[in-house]
């Protein structure tokens, strides 16, 4: 089993910034891949962005490529969704989610665990 809570969700105005961080435990960190996810009011859930065991493999969405950025602290077991220029369009509540196996996914069908969600809210 491997638990996951996400933090670092809040009110935030259009253009500036915002932390996620998603703490794991429960299996060793490096064995599952982790990715982010986030799901907007009468949306579907989307992928966001994934990293690789070893943190050196990431994809992104289109929508927020370039502003995004994805990393894990193997000493802290904690991966991290480093957002810049935020938009209206962002918010969402965002969920961490962990994949035994090493590929990058980008199909929430393929992870096998998944942190409660924070909730992410950008005005304009």
């Known amino acids: 089993q491997v638990q996951l809570v996400e933090s670092g969700g809040g009110l935030v105005q259009a253009g500036n910034s915002l932390r996620l961080s998603c703490a794991a435990s429960g299996r060793p960190f490096s064995n599952y891949a982790m990715g982010w996810f986030r799901q907007a009011p009468g949306k579907e859930r989307e992928f966001v962005a994934a990293?690789?065991?070893?943190?050196?493999?990431?994809a992104y969405a289109d929508s927020v490529k370039g502003r995004f950025t994805i990393i894990r602290d193997t000493t802290k077991s904690t991966v991290y969704l480093q957002m810049n220029n935020l938009r209206p369009e962002d918010t969402a509540v965002y969920y961490c989610?962990?994949?035994?196996?090493?590929?990058?996914?980008?199909?929430?069908?393929?992870?096998?665990?998944w942190g409660q969600g924070t909730q992410v809210t950008v005005s304009s």
């Open positions: 989610a962990a994949d035994l196996t090493n590929v990058v996914r980008t199909s929430q069908r393929e992870y096998d665990y």
């Open positions: 990293i690789s065991r070893s943190g050196y493999n990431t």
